[in-house]
């Protein structure tokens, strides 16, 4: 009996960390601040007529809106990264991002939700507004 619930119970947790989208097996997803910026990361097993992805994010309570431009698929075992490096704009302190999973046919999905605590200073937010201005 203990040997079959052990087996249920690997087979759930490999199901809860291995999702399939359209095109993609996305086997993590993942967003961290750094006090500046929020790095996400996201790794793919297999991508069957993948075209790319976008990064999405809203506020709690907001609703989603574009973050990245197309970030274009890599093939099998890939693994991507994007910065955000408008975050501190906001003044929220909790962001939820999701991938926008898009098929060379134009059909999408969309992978789970991830969610960052991202405080940002003040001083930083002002400070990073007038640099905006100037790139």
Do not use: C
């Not at 996305?26 to 297999?46: M, P, Q, R, V, Y």
């Not at 093939?75 to 490096?85: C, H, I, K, Q, R």
């Not at 930083?124 to 007038?130: E, L, V």
């Amino acid at each position: 009996m203990k040997k079959k619930l052990f087996k249920i119970s690997i087979f759930f947790l490999l199901l809860s960390t291995v999702t399939l989208f359209a095109g993609a097996v996305l086997i993590s997803f993942t967003a961290e601040s750094d006090g500046e910026n929020i790095l996400l990361k996201w790794t793919t097993t297999n991508e069957t007529n993948l075209h790319y992805f976008v990064v999405e994010r809203k506020p709690v309570g907001g609703s989603f809106g574009l973050v990245s431009q197309p970030i274009q698929a890599k093939g099998d075992n890939s693994e991507y990264e994007f910065t955000d490096e408008n975050a501190f704009k906001a003044s929220d302190v909790l962001f939820i991002y999701r991938l926008k999973i898009v098929e060379v046919d134009n059909h999408a999905s969309y992978s789970g939700e991830v969610s960052v605590s991202h405080s940002v200073s003040s001083v930083k937010r002002t400070w990073g507004s007038i640099k905006a201005l100037f790139r």
